[in-house]
């Protein structure tokens, strides 16, 4: 499966065996650098199209319902547009139900499998993980390059689904059955898209598993990966053993749909006023149970790539050695295994026997744990640090409060007693989108500063990237804490219009708020957008080690040649030896005979 | 443990100069197959709890199901799974004629499995066990089949294994292809093992 280009040590002269075509080099490349860069713009790409949905729907919940002097004949700029743009599914500029719920279900499924996933561990796993082993590139190039298209190819087949009849799939990202056996044509293709989305990630996670376990240059013992690997090893074992329970799962629900079979439909089940024409026997709960035995796990699959890009950025900012590698990497695992045990806490309100709720109460607050170790051992490495207060640390910075408050507030859910009244609410999404959004995302974007230069030669703009750091963290903060209000007080999710229950009155107003931080929020990626571009251009230049750091993917040039490495790299130590006393600087790599 | 070996390693196939001191083709066969437990597993799970907690599985009588053909059917795979055996041992004694024997043997055990299987459900078809007619059928279709999907992906890896053998891509220092397709076909078999007891005798 070796390509025969990815020869190591060939130094700078990357068209050996031959001229490299421009398709061959850029397009259909087999470079696991190339690859990252695709999969990281066409993840951002993605989490774009996930943010203009749910800008739509944050619109429509500010002011959901026309009020008493409504004129239609007077919409405005933003009613007359979007009434014009989409038609009867927003007439008058008002959203209809099903566009709601069809907007929900594709942004929650864009953003987790099309957008986080795909950036933190295919697009940072793929640059940064070859560089950090010290490998030439992974271990089967050609696999790597098929990952990355069949991952494009399950993303098109997934937005494809708007053009059925009846829009995109309208039953949320959970799919969950009966409704979604019974629901118009696009879920047949959610499903498809779904298996052709898992296929790929689990030629990924075979080929990352093989690489680190493989490919290590002499001296890089599995003790002396950077955390960010570690990470990596760790969520590729989640996607590999996790997916494939979520692709059997598809695949019945397919069946259900396509093939007349009754795995999610139960016994003479009432459809609108007739029986729905199956023989029935089915279980919905399995379905419940197939896909958060998925879904949990790829909740630490979403946090994991994010810990490790924090604990490099941390560890290279305050100039002092990781505080408690082995821990951290000890409660990754931990984390990795646990995370396997919990997933029925999603599932307290399906009817479950109590003594089973409480086995799963236990387990889920055990693995509260070793997500505490980590961000304990996180925090400590600040103490006593001379931090440099960059972009990149600040997003770093930023993770710690913002999972705190993601893993806090999630504690609440976990417990089965208090999830009963919480369960299906704002709080659910305010939990959640504080791990992932403020928490994962933002350590991500904190990775693309950080790893910019070795990507392209060239640094980012510190100060826009401030700018960009504080107008993404505030507006978050706005969007996402009120949610924890307006769940607590019982708004429930999904719902067109939250002002036709009464009870939800009083909390309407912080929707108001919300709409005006993500207005905020997209304004505040624009200096993002500007400043990925124009550095490309006109940044900095660096050498290959702009931020003094430690690691090996900072011992090749920037940007690394073809085969990565101009000598074959050697290690000697750990990965995090700053400010080791008596060395000349205050950094010691990995790569340097004491 | 030098990378620029490893990759010479995995170019050539002549050493496994690895970490683990295992052919990245191997490791990788392994992870794969742990992915193919997980998805056989979960959907043998969901018959399991469904056959043992659903009121509504209705298992068809044994002398529809036709126990003696199935049992035909897993002997032929299981002796599919020795001659690729064997033939992984000729290849190592560099044997190249006898390994295209056993291996054009592997290839006709799995063809009788999938003929066999064509008629059962034909048989089966037309005896009102049907994929949608309820919830045994749906699942016997779905295993079994998703199953021959696997043994047809297998007939096409040694259809390619014994090509490349004939051209003399294999010798006794290189062989892990051979030992790779080797792996995922015991997997095969070994799926069918467990699906032919709780599909047709239990």
Known sequence: MKDSHAHPGHGAGHDHGGPQSFWRKYVFSVDHKVIGIQYMITSFLFLLIGFGMISLMRYQLAWPSPPDDFDPEKLGMIRGTLAWLLGDRMEYGFMKPDFYNQLGAMHGTIMIFLGVVPLGVAAFGNFVVPLQIGAPDMAFPRLNMMSYWIYLVGGIVMLSSYFAPDGFPQSGWTSYAPLSVVAPPGQTIWCIAMIIIITSSLFGAINFIVTMLNMRCQGMSLGRMPVFCWAQLVTAVLLLVAFPVLEGGALLQLLDRVAGTSFYIPKDMMYGSTVFPAAGGGSPILWQHLFWFLAHPEVYVLLLPAMGVVSEIIATNTRKPLFGYKEIVGSMILIGVLSFVVWAHHMFLSGMRTSLANLFVTTTLTISVPSVAILTCLLLSLRGGAIRFNTPMLFALSFLPMFGIGGLTGLPLGFAPTDLHLHDTYYVIGHFHYVVAPGSLAALMGATYYWYPKMFGRRMNDTLGKIHFWMTIVPMNFIFFPMLFQGMHGMQRRLADPTLQWHNLPVQGWSVIMLFAVVTLAIGQIPFLFNFFWSLRNGEVVEENPWNSTTLEWACPSPPPHGNFLKEPVVFRGPYEYSVPGHKTDYLPQDEAA | ?202
């Open chain 2, 1 to 202: 443990m030098s990378t620029a070996a490893a990759t010479a390693a995995a170019a050539h196939g002549s050493q496994f100069d690895t970490n683990t001191g295992i052919s990245h083709a191997k490791l990788g066969t392994w992870a794969f197959l742990a992915s193919e437990i997980m998805l056989f597993g979960g959907l043998i799970s969901a018959y399991v709890i469904l056959r043992s907690g659903s009121s509504h599985m209705a298992i068809p009588p044994r002398a529809l199901m036709g126990v003696p053909l199935a049992t035909f059917n897993t002997f032929a795979l299981i002796t599919s799974s020795v001659t690729m055996v064997l033939a992984l041992a000729a290849i190592k004694e560099n044997d190249i004629p006898k390994f295209a024997r056993y291996i054009g043997a592997t290839i006709g055990g799995g063809c009788i499995f999938l003929v066999v299987k064509a008629y059962e459900y034909h048989h089966k078809w037309e005896e009102g066990i049907t994929i949608s007619s309820n919830l045994f059928g749906s699942f016997y279709y779905t295993l079994t089949g998703l199953h021959v999907l696997h043994v047809t992906g297998g007939i096409l890896l040694m259809l390619f294994i014994l090509i490349t053998g004939l051209r003399g891509a294999y010798s006794p220092e290189n062989h892990e292809r051979v030992e790779a397709a080797g792996l995922y076909w015991h997997f095969v078999d070994l799926v069918w093992v467990i699906l032919f007891p709780i599909l047709y005798l239990l």
